[in-house]
């Protein structure tokens, strides 16, 4: 019934940016807490960056200062603006959100597909 589906990955050089998109879709009734994560070959999948329902963030120390991270509630779209790339940045960035299901009011985490980010001169 739901699904995200992330878009905005490329490959881009050192120093470059990229807006990564993340829209949901289906039978929603709100949707609380949207973030990204990235997993990079032979990594532990990491939080990059988190928003919640009344826009309050939190950064991985990593990447606070480059990214910033954003949505839009009447698009069901969350957005991470990404600055400065450097090469260790080189994943695949996946999507998360905490989604209030419309008929049900269950709440359920869902994952999208993930787009692949390279970073490379």
């Known amino acids: 019934q739901v699904q995200l589906v992330e878009s905005g990955g490329n490959l881009v050089q050192p120093g470059g940016s990229l807006r990564l998109s993340c829209v949901a879709s289906?039978?929603?009734?709100?949707?609380?807490?949207m973030a990204w994560y990235r997993q990079a070959p032979g990594k532990q999948r990491e939080l990059v960056a988190g928003?919640?329902?009344?826009?309050?963030?939190k950064y991985a120390d990593f990447v606070k200062g480059r990214f910033t991270i954003s949505r839009d509630n009447a698009k069901n779209t969350v957005y991470l603006q990404m600055n400065s790339l450097k090469p260790e940045d080189t994943a695949v960035y996946y999507c998360k959100a905490q989604i209030i299901l419309r008929l049900t009011w269950d709440a359920r985490e869902y994952w999208g597909q993930g787009t692949q980010v390279t970073v490379s001169s």
């Open positions: 928003i919640t329902s009344d826009d309050n963030t």
């Open positions: 289906g039978s929603i009734l709100s949707i609380d807490t």
